[in-house]
């Protein structure tokens, strides 16, 4: 890992460059056969404008370009409060739930940075996405996930869903990244 890379809080100013991270991750999709996730605009830069006010937007940054965005957001998630066809791991535990990853092509390990700096922070995450995006289903089991079923967006769209829980501290890990 690049020991020019960071993850800060995404400000006003960033909103730009994370419209074109989404853009970029939205043609990844389309490219790959994912014709139907982020439709319509979205994310849109009002979706981006709610995690920032919230404190919950994200850019992993190298060399100071930013390269990745995401969202890590705290429970409850209302459209995880039912999920079908499966069970999450624990139901009862906190949880922070990641949304909107995006990042450009060329930029690797992208994920795993995200999830690091996630699970250094909470060892209960819970994640979702789109049967289509096969992609980032190879990503979130890769990093050790569990599929726990379907859950519904609010706008009926049907979701897989996904839980880490880390029930014991894990050895402490080198990380070059610099976390705020």
């Given at each position: 890992m690049?020991p020019?890379r960071q993850i800060?809080?995404?400000v006003?100013?960033?909103i730009?460059?994370?419209?074109?991270l989404?853009e970029?991750?939205?043609?990844?999709?389309?490219?790959?056969?994912?014709?139907?996730?982020?439709?319509?605009?979205?994310?849109r830069?009002?979706?981006?404008?709610?995690?920032l006010?919230?404190?919950?937007?994200?850019?992993?940054?190298?060399k100071?370009?930013?390269?990745?965005?995401?969202?890590?957001l705290?429970?409850?998630?209302p459209?995880y409060a039912?999920i079908?066809?499966?069970?999450?791991?624990d139901?009862?535990?906190?949880?922070?739930?990641?949304?909107?990853?995006a990042?450009?092509p060329?930029?690797?390990?992208v994920?795993?940075?995200i999830?690091d700096w996630?699970?250094a922070r909470?060892?209960n995450?819970?994640?979702d996405?789109?049967?289509d995006?096969?992609?980032?289903?190879?990503?979130?089991?890769k990093?050790?996930?569990s599929?726990c079923?379907i859950?519904?967006l609010?706008?009926?769209?049907?979701?897989?869903?996904?839980?880490?829980?880390i029930?014991?501290?894990?050895?402490?890990k080198?990380?070059?990244?610099?976390?705020?």
């Amino acid at each position: 890992m690049s020991p020019l890379r960071q993850i800060r809080p995404a400000v006003t100013a960033d909103i730009p460059a994370i419209l074109d991270l989404l853009e970029a991750a939205r043609g990844i999709m389309r490219a790959d056969g994912n014709l139907h996730q982020w439709a319509d605009g979205y994310p849109r830069a009002e979706d981006i404008a709610a995690d920032l006010e919230r404190g919950c937007g994200f850019v992993l940054e190298e060399k100071g370009a930013a390269i990745g965005y995401f969202a890590f957001l705290p429970a409850p998630e209302p459209t995880y409060a039912q999920i079908y066809k499966g069970a999450w791991l624990d139901d009862a535990l906190p949880y922070h739930v990641i949304h909107r990853i995006a990042s450009g092509p060329g930029s690797h390990g992208v994920f795993r940075d995200i999830m690091d700096w996630a699970f250094a922070r909470d060892r209960n995450i819970r994640i979702d996405t789109h049967r289509d995006n096969h992609i980032m289903q190879h990503n979130i089991r890769k990093y050790g996930f569990s599929y726990c079923g379907i859950i519904y967006l609010a706008s009926g769209d049907e979701r897989l869903a996904y839980q880490r829980l880390i029930s014991h501290p894990d050895p402490v890990k080198q990380t070059n990244i610099n976390f705020y």
